[in-house]
């Protein structure tokens, strides 16, 4: 995947029969994913512009050029939508895309290099950082507020961190 784009959402299948398309938004403000352009597949093989048509239980209902039957509809499902990053809205300085922060280096306020991160998880209490280290077989968990962490350094390559006592065990 390239680093241009950025995850947006996915498509999950049909809705009804005539070839709308059920659309997860992983957007701040979900309507926004419509307003991005020409979303792309991972590969950046397939392109989609989407046109919303209702807000659903689960996300939206969108109709999706080339895209006028339920069985079309049905073979999208599980397909994730990047859109390109000059796209996307410039970020206040203490807010950052999930995509820009996996990979970064975590030090802990000592400079002992803690792991790197793997993964942004929101399960509805907010981020949470998944930061995998040396030996570990399992990634730490590490909650992404101020008093966690405290410095995120894009242009460094790096987060500094202050976990809570027992995140990562010695």
Not at 39 to 57: A, F, R
Not at 63 to 74: F, P, V
Not at 120 to 141: F, I, K, Q, S, Y
Request: proline share 4%; glycine share 12%.
């Amino acid at each position: 995947m390239s680093e241009d784009r950025i995850c947006v959402g996915a498509l999950s299948g049909s809705f009804g029969v005539k070839g709308e398309v059920r659309v997860k938004s992983f957007c701040a403000d979900p309507g926004a994913i419509a307003d991005y352009g020409t979303l792309w597949s991972e590969d950046g093989n397939d392109s989609y512009d989407l046109i919303i048509s209702q807000q659903i239980k689960s996300g939206y209902a969108a109709r999706i050029t080339g895209i006028s039957t339920k069985e079309q509809a049905d073979a999208t499902q599980g397909v994730k939508l990047f859109a390109d990053r000059d796209a996307m809205p410039s970020l206040p300085d203490d807010e950052f895309y999930h995509a820009d922060l996996i990979g970064l280096l975590v030090l802990d306020t000592g400079g002992k290099e803690l792991g790197r991160v793997k993964a942004v998880h929101n399960h509805g209490a907010g981020d949470v950082l998944e930061v995998m280290g040396t030996g570990m077989r399992t990634g730490a968990l590490l909650p992404f507020t101020r008093d966690a962490v405290p410095t995120v350094d894009l242009a460094s390559g790096r987060i500094i961190a202050d976990p809570p006592e027992g995140v990562f065990a010695d």
